[in-house]
């Protein structure tokens, strides 16, 4: 298929060869829009990707972003998160950047909700931040993976408004390939907050096993953490998440998403009745 441009340019992907920008990326092939993805390996990139899509290999902190209409802004929390991202923005000349924020809740409140807050900053006018909830395929991975060796899971988190990330793909592409931005960063959530006896009802409804959700203390978490060979800037990280996520810090559900997409969000009850 030939790929259209944006009337101004193609858009250059960042971290398109990961979790989320793989879907981003099969969604802008599908609608046949111009774009390149950013990779640090590019071989590796073609094996992930496919041989057809176009490559830029490089680094956030040294690709020239120059030529491009649009560039979506991801990369992983890392330490140095700020200093990478803030150098593409501020090269960024005319492109419009989508950037793919941390989750509303951890903003001021978390280390990388902190470093995210720090780049929202950074954006220009024009430019706009996406901030997505907890992703469910993330975050259910553990539960996913206890209960196909038995009857119970366990869990730290109070209620979650997980979104899936198929969703957030679908966000992302929607955003990137609209004429104007809405003025305020979109806060994305899935259609209703489960917590962890909510997520056992599910899965036995699922199922038909009797599933039990077993509460786990966030001081037995930090310490399976420690033994599972995490880094500690890691556990830092993820120990934030577990604090936040133990409240009802992530309950919020927003009707962003479907006013966005026209349709209702995922449930996690569909993701669940895919894997379990
Ligand atoms: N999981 C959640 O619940 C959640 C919620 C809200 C927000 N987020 C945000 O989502 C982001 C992570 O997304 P993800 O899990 O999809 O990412 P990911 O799979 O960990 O990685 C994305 C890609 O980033 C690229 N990358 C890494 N370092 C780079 C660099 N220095 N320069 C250029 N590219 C680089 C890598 O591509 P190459 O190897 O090809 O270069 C990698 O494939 C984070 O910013 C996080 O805060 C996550």
């Given at each position: 298929m030939r790929h259209q441009d944006l009337p101004d340019g193609p858009i250059l992907v960042t971290g398109g060869t990961g979790r989320l920008g793989r879907l981003v990326v099969a969604g802008l092939r599908a609608r046949g829009a111009g774009f390149r993805v950013l990779t640090r390996d590019a071989e590796r990139a073609a094996r992930v990707l496919g041989p057809d899509v176009a490559l830029v290999q490089g680094d956030l902190a040294d690709v020239d972003p120059g030529g491009f209409a649009r560039i979506f802004l991801l990369?992983?929390?890392?330490?140095?998160?700020?200093?990478?991202?803030?150098?593409?923005?501020?090269?960024?000349?005319?492109?419009?950047?989508?950037?793919?924020?941390?989750?509303?809740?951890?903003?001021?409140?978390?280390?990388?909700?902190?470093?995210?807050?720090?780049?929202?900053?950074?954006?220009?006018?024009?430019?706009?931040?996406?901030?997505?909830?907890?992703?469910?395929q993330g975050a259910l991975a553990g539960m996913v993976a206890q209960l196909a060796q038995g009857?119970?899971?366990?869990?730290?988190?109070?209620?979650?408004a997980y979104i899936d990330m198929r969703d957030i793909a679908d966000a992302v592409l929607a955003l990137l390939l609209a004429e104007t931005w809405?003025?305020?960063?979109?806060?994305?959530?899935?259609?209703?907050?489960?917590?962890?006896?909510?997520?056992?009802?599910?899965?036995?409804?699922?199922?038909?096993?009797p599933i039990r959700g077993v509460p786990?203390?966030?001081?037995?978490?930090?310490?399976?953490?420690?033994t599972s060979g995490a880094s500690p800037f890691v556990?830092?990280?993820?120990?934030?998440?577990?604090?936040?996520?133990?409240?009802?810090?992530?309950?919020?559900?927003?009707?962003?998403?479907?006013?966005?997409?026209?349709?209702?969000?995922?449930?996690?009850?569909?993701?669940?009745?895919?894997?379990?």
């Open positions: 990369s992983p929390i890392a330490p140095d998160i700020v200093e990478q991202q803030t150098a593409l923005i501020r090269r960024a000349g005319r492109a419009r950047i989508l950037k793919l924020s941390g989750s509303d809740w951890t903003l001021g409140a978390s280390w990388s909700g902190n470093a995210h807050q720090r780049i929202e900053a950074a954006l220009r006018p024009g430019d706009l931040a996406v901030r997505p909830s907890v992703w469910t009857d119970s899971f366990t869990s730290s988190r109070g209620p979650i809405p003025a305020n960063p979109p806060v994305l959530t899935g259609p209703r907050a489960l917590d962890r006896a909510a997520l056992a009802g599910l899965a036995a409804e699922i199922t038909g096993r786990l203390s966030l001081e037995d978490q930090a310490a399976q953490l420690a556990q830092h990280y993820l120990g934030d998440f577990a604090r936040l996520m133990h409240g009802d810090a992530a309950a919020a559900v927003t009707g962003t998403l479907p006013a966005l997409l026209g349709r209702p969000a995922r449930d996690v009850a569909d993701y669940l009745r895919e894997v379990l």
